[in-house]
């Protein structure tokens, strides 16, 4: 083979890689990552979670509500990317990109594409609450805690 057809061939070799890679990227930035690999999330007991405070889960990357009437669960992962998001005075704010969500969880202001994931709640007999995360529900959904 002559030096000549090698660089050639090999020229078109690492610009079929490198289209591949750019392609897959591309896509790739439409998909935040997926940090749930349980369906299942068993968490504490009820009296555990102040009521009427967000409290993060940072081993799960979920934020869990507690009002008087019960409890929701929220994902903390921004649907732009899968930063983190971090508790701001009137909802949750995306510290790397900046979207912004209300505290229901709805997009207030992008890149973010879409709102927050919410989980279905259901308690153990021992007491401790279960996130269901292949459960999404609406975001005025609580569990009814009695």
């Given at each position: 083979?002559?030096?000549?057809?090698?660089?050639?061939?090999?020229?078109?070799?690492?610009?079929?890689?490198?289209?591949?890679?750019?392609?897959?990227?591309?896509?790739?930035?439409?998909?935040?990552?997926?940090?749930?690999?349980?369906?299942?999330?068993?968490?504490?007991?009820?009296?555990?979670?102040?009521?009427?405070?967000?409290?993060?889960?940072?081993?799960f990357n979920l934020f869990i509500y507690r009002d008087h009437e019960g409890v929701r669960a929220m994902s903390a992962v921004c649907t732009?990317?899968?930063?983190?998001?971090?508790?701001?005075?009137?909802?949750?704010?995306?510290?790397?990109?900046?979207?912004?969500?209300?505290?229901?969880?709805?997009?207030?202001?992008?890149?973010?594409?879409?709102?927050?994931?919410?989980?279905?709640?259901?308690?153990?007999?021992?007491?401790?609450?279960?996130?269901?995360?292949?459960?999404?529900?609406?975001?005025?959904?609580?569990?009814?805690?009695?």
């Amino acid at each position: 083979m002559e030096r000549r057809s090698f660089f050639r061939k090999a020229t078109g070799v690492f610009t079929i890689v490198a289209v591949a890679l750019a392609g897959w990227g591309l896509l790739k930035q439409f998909y935040p990552p997926s940090s749930r690999k349980k369906q299942k999330i068993k968490l504490g007991k009820l009296y555990e979670y102040p009521v009427d405070t967000y409290t993060f889960v940072k081993e799960f990357n979920l934020f869990i509500y507690r009002d008087h009437e019960g409890v929701r669960a929220m994902s903390a992962v921004c649907t732009h990317l899968g930063c983190i998001l971090e508790r701001s005075t009137d909802g949750f704010l995306c510290p790397c990109h900046g979207s912004s969500y209300n505290d229901s969880g709805e997009v207030m202001s992008g890149p973010a594409p879409r709102d927050l994931a919410c989980y279905e709640i259901s308690r153990m007999q021992d007491g401790r609450l279960v996130i269901h995360v292949d459960h999404v529900v609406d975001p005025s959904y609580k569990f009814i805690a009695s």
